[in-house]
């Protein structure tokens, strides 16, 4: 391997131990932001990790056909102290800043669809319970104003049936009840026959 090759590996680990801090700081703003639960921290540590050393792996193979050497680890330590020594900081500011905006987005995102879509649909719904409610209403009184007369009517035409099917008053005559009715229903199949 010549020097050339060493210098450009060494330069791509130290970019790959600053790009791994960024990621591990923006990782850590989002995680303390969103509040994950405690559970999951440790899948996502892991996930990071794993995401980490597969881009390591990738830079080194990209630079130098992966072959480890003593300056490779020196590169990605010096390359993630840099990082945190000087640029740590920013890059918290910066992500919180970026889910400050993402959420304000959010925001009004949300609060768009509620005054478009929501609150109209709440106010037809509104509507409609109102108008079927007064349609309800109307036709309560228009069934007393219709029906009463009408019921009245019917209860006028049907009286002279009526009078002739009575019940007996009294329950003490049950034994002549049944003939009774007998010769009350035969005198009303006979009212009828006689056209």
Same mark, same amino acid.
């Given at each position: 391997?010549?020097?050339?090759?060493?210098?450009?590996?060494?330069?791509?680990?130290?970019?790959?131990?600053? &790009? *791994?801090? $960024? +990621?591990?700081?923006?990782?850590?703003?989002?995680?303390?932001? !969103?509040?994950?639960?405690?559970?999951? %921290?440790?899948?996502?540590?892991?996930?990071?990790?794993?995401?980490?050393?597969?881009?390591?792996?990738?830079?080194?193979?990209?630079?130098?056909?992966?072959?480890?050497?003593?300056?490779?680890?020196?590169?990605?330590f010096l390359g993630i102290w840099i990082y945190f020594l000087f640029l740590s900081v920013i890059t918290e500011r910066f992500v919180l800043m970026l889910m400050r905006i993402v959420n304000?987005?959010?925001?009004?995102?949300?609060?768009?669809?509620? &005054? *478009?879509? $929501? +609150?109209?649909?709440?106010?037809?719904?509104?509507?409609?319970? !109102?108008?079927?409610?007064?349609?309800? %209403?109307?036709?309560?009184?228009?069934?007393?104003?219709?029906?009463?007369?009408?019921?009245?009517?019917?209860?006028?035409?049907?009286?002279?049936?009526?009078?002739?099917?009575?019940?007996?008053?009294?329950?003490?005559?049950?034994q002549h009840w049944g003939a009774m009715w007998r010769e009350r229903v035969m005198r009303w199949l006979r009212w009828f026959n006689k056209e």
């Amino acid at each position: 391997m010549n020097l050339e090759t060493q210098w450009v590996t060494l330069l791509w680990m130290l970019a790959s131990g600053g &790009i *791994m801090g $960024i +990621a591990f700081d923006s990782y850590r703003v989002v995680s303390g932001q !969103l509040r994950f639960p405690r559970w999951s %921290i440790h899948a996502l540590d892991l996930l990071y990790w794993a995401a980490a050393a597969l881009f390591v792996f990738r830079a080194l193979y990209h630079s130098n056909q992966g072959e480890l050497r003593f300056y490779v680890f020196l590169g990605l330590f010096l390359g993630i102290w840099i990082y945190f020594l000087f640029l740590s900081v920013i890059t918290e500011r910066f992500v919180l800043m970026l889910m400050r905006i993402v959420n304000k987005i959010f925001r009004f995102i949300v609060r768009t669809i509620e &005054i *478009m879509i $929501i +609150a109209p649909l709440k106010w037809l719904i509104k509507m409609v319970r !109102l108008l079927l409610g007064f349609v309800w %209403i109307v036709l309560l009184f228009l069934g007393r104003v219709t029906l009463l007369p009408v019921w009245k009517l019917l209860v006028w035409v049907f009286r002279p049936i009526w009078r002739k099917l009575r019940i007996p008053e009294g329950w003490d005559k049950v034994q002549h009840w049944g003939a009774m009715w007998r010769e009350r229903v035969m005198r009303w199949l006979r009212w009828f026959n006689k056209e």
